[in-house]
């Protein structure tokens, strides 16, 4: 074999953390109803660690079977097991790493980012977009301003956050978001918190 396994990806400039709004998604999609991140009831889940590459085809073939053990860890943050196995297969190809250190990645990531307690609130919350931004610089002072996104979705009358994006370097530091990683929602947005 030529290629070398886990070779440096062509020009990764860093990573995009996906954070889903669980009870938001769950109620918008039906489809998700089912899922185990909606039955049991998870406020916050991650979809994903996106690497930021000019490379259009991340996928990989290697596998994505992880320990019993940081399967569990795993699972803490990112439920569902399928959507586990589609994530690395589909970004896997564009990261210097194999499928356990990618999610090792992922926790490590997962566990340094401090959360605002309205986005785990039981309750909904109506809130000023720029006032959650407020809140996540002010229990991560190394955030900057423009180092994470909102994501909001029509319900009804509300717009609801669905996902929040935060920006990293390839060495897992913050950083600003690069252009392309969008915020779509309003000044104020809906934190929907009761399943």
């Not at 860890?73 to 589609?86: E, G």
């Not at 190809?93 to 194999?98: E, I, R, T």
């Amino acid at each position: 074999m030529s290629s070398v396994l886990h070779a440096e990806p062509v020009n990764l400039q860093g990573y995009v953390m996906h954070v889903q709004m669980t009870p938001a998604a769950c109620a918008l999609d039906p489809s998700k109803q089912k899922q185990r991140k909606c039955l049991e009831g998870y406020s916050l889940t991650i979809t994903g660690l996106m690497p930021e590459t000019n490379q259009s085809n991340c996928s990989t073939d290697s596998s994505a079977t992880l320990s019993p053990l940081q399967a569990k860890v795993v699972a803490r943050v990112m439920p569902d097991n399928n959507a586990r196995v589609q994530l690395w297969k589909s970004v896997g190809g564009c990261v210097p790493m194999n499928a356990s250190q990618y999610f090792r990645t992922v926790i490590n990531f997962a566990e340094r980012l401090k959360i605002p307690a309205s986005l785990t609130s039981s309750t909904n919350v109506e809130m000023q977009q720029s006032a959650l931004r407020q809140q996540f610089i002010r229990l991560n002072p190394s955030l900057p301003q423009n180092g994470i996104r909102f994501s909001c979705q029509l319900s009804r009358s509300d717009v609801v956050l669905t996902e929040v994006k935060v920006c990293y370097t390839v060495k897992g530091q913050y950083k600003q978001c690069a252009n392309h990683v969008v915020s779509n929602c309003p000044g104020e947005i809906m934190i929907k918190g009761s399943y």
